[in-house]
């Protein structure tokens, strides 16, 4: 009996010792900041967990990710692949993509992630800036650039399967590895460290374009150090762990979904599901229904969208206004919350948002029901982090605490709001733009402080807000401070208004909406021309009307015009103000 309890006691205890082995993180035994060593010990804490996976395709476990990184670092090498070489990466999410970026920094290479919706000639340009030497892409991506100049490119990896392409493009034949091949390869890196051994936490790890290049080139170049601190500060505020489930919807060559949706989930041993398509909503609810996961990172604008379109119109019935004033108020509230997490998935704690600013409105109620959102604020520039919270911490308009080791100063602030500049200093602040030194010196100081255009003050418990981008401030008539981007949010707030962008236009604040036409089928279908016409300058100046009802006088729109079309975005979801200002 003793012996059976003694057995029992040595059971329980290796068990606990297990649950302390899975409760390690990664980033808090990592001895050098660099992406390598991340990974390396994360695999060693959890080999056996589900890593990567496709929605209704494969899962690999992170003992075999870090197999396949192996095997496809050594394919780089076979091509000649030394370090600091460049390497370009398009194509839409999946295990393979991530695959591809780490191969490239395992050996020291340059990764330069390029979004998968650039146009062609923009995706040439980046080629050719970047100097990059080889190009991860999928054969969808292949065919849309075929006929583009690909600069320097000598070899071309397809995503779909590491195969050789077999496109009508002139590429030089990948270095096929047959089974044995691939062990041998594999033994040799895990005996004598082939890969990750020679990266330094000052090395380049990535470059990083916020746009197609033009004759003014913004590659954001982002050390193995500036990553690597980042996914530890987003440690710090965020309490992730290896039981989650992230479903990712947004694209892996941003920033934000790289550090926030990959490294650091990566980093604790949490499983992550990729679309394998574009993010709409019904494949959105329908890979949550599967994955049911436990965290997303998102934009507000996937919020934004879901209560325009199914909320909001609920909200303004007679009958649903009736009951939000009777004593049922809690319990419909209630309802929608428990309806709006079983849309993804059921079990949803926490969904991240950055990128762009929440709608006030919006924000009010989905803090008044209770839904688990949190925000944050950064950029490309600092990889990207600067402030975030957990969900229990929210405050509404804030974009969160400030990390660790990040400082902020507001630069001539305002003397009543306090609003100013912010600028930025701290270890995961970009290296500069690649070959763009005058940008650099522009926006990076001497000492290190990075000037990010964005207007916002903090407040005493060192959360900060955002107020606007400095360049799209206008100037009142009596030196008022004029933020377009509040007065959107107030336009977006109508039901018949999807989204909208306002701006200054001989010295009078004027703006363009993009009206939501299948609220508005039955006012226009069925008459003509002349009739629509008069029919939207009615709503046209209802809605401008009943927007400036809520804006200060200085403020107040003078002219709004239908723009017949979703806005072109990037792809963060912001309107790209420069198309419609003009």
Same mark, same amino acid.
């Given at each position: 009996m003793l012996s059976n309890l003694i057995s029992k006691f040595h059971l329980f205890e290796k068990q606990i010792i297990h649950f302390k082995i899975l409760k390690m993180d990664a980033w808090k035994r990592i001895d050098k900041r660099v992406v390598p060593k991340l990974i390396e010990t994360t695999v060693k804490l959890h080999p056996d967990r589900n890593a990567l996976s496709i929605f209704g395709g494969e899962t690999i476990t992170y003992r075999e990710l870090h197999r396949r990184i192996t095997e496809i670092?050594?394919?780089?090498?076979?091509?000649?692949?030394?370090?600091?070489?460049?390497?370009?990466?398009? $194509?839409?999410?999946?295990?393979?993509?991530?695959?591809?970026?780490?191969?490239?920094?395992?050996?020291?290479?340059?990764?330069?992630?390029?979004?998968?919706?650039?146009?062609?000639?923009?995706?040439?340009n980046i080629l050719k800036h970047s100097e990059s030497i080889g190009l991860f892409a999928t054969r969808a991506q292949l065919m849309r650039l075929s006929g583009y100049d690909f600069g320097n490119v000598r070899f071309i990896i397809t995503l779909d399967n590491f195969e050789p392409d077999d496109s009508e493009l002139e590429v030089s034949p990948i270095f096929k590895l047959y089974d044995k091949a691939k062990e041998a390869i594999?033994?040799?890196?895990?005996?004598?460290?082939?890969?990750?051994?020679?990266?330094?936490? /000052?090395?380049l790890a990535a470059i990083i374009y916020t746009s197609g290049t033009t004759g003014n080139s913004k590659g954001v170049m982002l050390t193995h150090?500036?990553?690597?601190?980042?996914?530890?500060?987003?440690?710090?505020?965020?309490d992730m762990n290896q039981n989650d489930r992230l479903l990712s919807i947004l694209p892996l060559a941003h920033a934000y979904e790289f550090t926030l949706g990959l490294l650091y989930p990566l980093s604790v041993g949490a499983h992550i599901t990729y679309? $394998?398509?574009?993010?709409?909503?019904?494949?959105?609810?329908?890979?949550?229904?599967?994955?049911?996961?436990?965290?997303?990172?998102?934009?507000?604008?996937?919020?934004?969208?879901?209560?325009?379109?199914?909320?909001?119109?609920?909200?303004?019935?007679?009958?649903?206004?009736?009951?939000?004033?009777?004593?049922?108020?809690?319990?419909?509230?209630?309802?929608i919350r428990k309806n709006l997490i079983d849309f993804f998935g059921g079990e949803l704690r926490a969904m991240t948002l950055g990128g762009a600013p929440f709608s006030e409105d919006i924000e009010d109620f989905y803090y008044k029901i209770k839904f688990p959102y949190a925000t944050?604020?950064?950029?490309?520039?600092?990889?990207?982090?600067?402030?975030?919270?957990?969900?229990?911490?929210?405050?509404?308009?804030?974009?969160?605490?400030?990390?660790?080791?990040?400082?902020?100063k507001i630069k001539d602030p305002e003397p009543e709001t306090g609003i100013g500049e912010i600028y930025v200093r701290g270890?995961?602040?970009?290296? $500069?733009?690649?070959?763009?030194?005058?940008?650099?010196?522009?926006?990076?100081?001497?000492? $290190?402080?990075?000037?990010?255009?964005?207007?916002?003050?903090?407040?005493?418990?060192?959360?900060?807000y955002i107020k606007g981008r400095s360049k799209n401030m206008i100037l009142g008539?009596?030196?008022?401070?004029?933020?377009?981007?509040?007065?959107?949010?107030?336009?977006?707030?109508?039901?018949?208004?999807?989204?909208?962008?306002?701006?200054?236009?001989?010295?009078?604040?004027?703006?363009?909406?993009?009206?939501?036409? /299948?609220?508005?089928?039955?006012?226009?279908?069925?008459?003509?021309e002349e009739n629509r016409e008069r029919i939207v300058k009615e709503i046209l100046r209802d809605i401008r009307e009943k927007t400036n009802e809520r804006l200060p006088r200085y403020s107040q729109i003078y002219e709004l015009y239908e723009h017949p079309e979703p806005f072109e975005k990037t792809p963060t979801n912001k309107i790209k103000r420069y198309l419609y200002t003009g």
């Open positions: 670092s050594g394919i780089l090498r076979e091509k000649g692949v030394v370090k600091g070489d460049k390497i370009a990466l398009i $194509g839409e999410n999946s295990p393979n993509w991530v695959i591809a970026y780490l191969s490239t920094v395992f050996l020291g290479g340059v990764i330069v992630p390029i979004l998968a919706d650039f146009h062609p000639e923009d995706v040439s594999y033994d040799l890196a895990e005996k004598v460290g082939l890969y990750g051994k020679c990266v330094e936490e /000052d090395d150090k500036n990553i690597v601190t980042n996914v530890i500060q987003v440690a710090k505020i965020f679309l $394998g398509k574009k993010p709409v909503p019904r494949l959105i609810q329908k890979a949550a229904e599967s994955v049911k996961p436990t965290v997303i990172a998102s934009v507000p604008m996937i919020l934004e969208k879901i209560y325009k379109m199914k909320i909001q119109p609920l909200l303004e019935t007679k009958k649903m206004k009736i009951l939000l004033k009777s004593p049922l108020r809690k319990v419909i509230l209630n309802k944050g604020y950064g950029l490309t520039e600092t990889a990207p982090l600067i402030s975030g919270s957990l969900v229990k911490e929210t405050k509404k308009r804030a974009s969160g605490r400030i990390v660790e080791w990040v400082e902020v270890p995961n602040v970009m290296k $500069g733009y690649y070959k763009n030194m005058e940008l650099t010196r522009e926006v990076l100081s001497e000492d $290190g402080w990075f000037k990010t255009g964005d207007l916002g003050y903090v407040d005493e418990d060192n959360f900060i008539p009596s030196g008022e401070n004029i933020f377009p981007e509040i007065i959107e949010e107030k336009l977006n707030m109508h039901v018949y208004v999807l989204e909208s962008i306002v701006y200054e236009k001989d010295g009078k604040i004027v703006g363009k909406v993009y009206l939501n036409y /299948d609220l508005l089928k039955d006012k226009l279908e069925g008459h003509s």
